[in-house]
């Protein structure tokens, strides 16, 4: 279990005290200093899962993971630069609801798209994007433009 530790690595990350950190996440400031010292048998799973949530992980990992490890792992790949100039810091926002593929057009000419009944099963989806709106649609693009 690696509660102790990842306690104190929060702490140390957030540069806070355990009252602190107690205010921050809504777990009480006793049950953090007694976490931090190890003075603990089985934790209470709804009163990690508050720190785990505050902190941006789940509970499990706050239990049975080395925070500071996966951190250092996250930041390496942050930095990593791609041989095709990708930058993976550039991370691209996954908000709202997925957007369904609908049909497809044909590239450089004009022509209409084929009309899809509300009940059809959609096959095909693309990441969540916020500009699309609430009616936003994808179409799969064939041939050369």
């Known amino acids: 279990m690696h509660l102790q530790k990842n306690v104190k690595y929060l702490l140390k990350k957030y540069s806070t005290t355990t009252t602190g950190l107690s ?14 010292n190890g003075q603990y048998k ?19 990992t706050l239990l049975n993971n080395d925070l500071e490890a996966i951190d250092n792992i996250n930041n390496d790949l942050d930095e990593l630069v791609l041989d095709n100039n990708v930058n993976l810091s550039n991370k691209i926002k ?3 609801e997925q957007i369904p593929v ?9 022509t209409d798209v084929q009309t899809v009944l509300k009940d059809t099963e959609v096959l095909e989806w693309l990441p969540p994007m916020k500009k699309a709106g609430k009616n936003g649609y994808g179409l799969i693009v064939t041939g050369t433009s």
């Open 94 to 96: 996954l908000d709202g």
């Open 23 to 36: 205010k921050k996440s809504g777990v009480p400031q006793p049950t953090l200093f007694r976490w931090e």
């Open 102 to 110: 609908i049909s497809w057009v044909a590239a450089g000419s004009f």
């Open 42 to 60: 089985e934790p209470k799973i709804s009163t990690v899962e508050k720190l785990a949530s505050w902190a941006g992980y789940d509970a499990n």
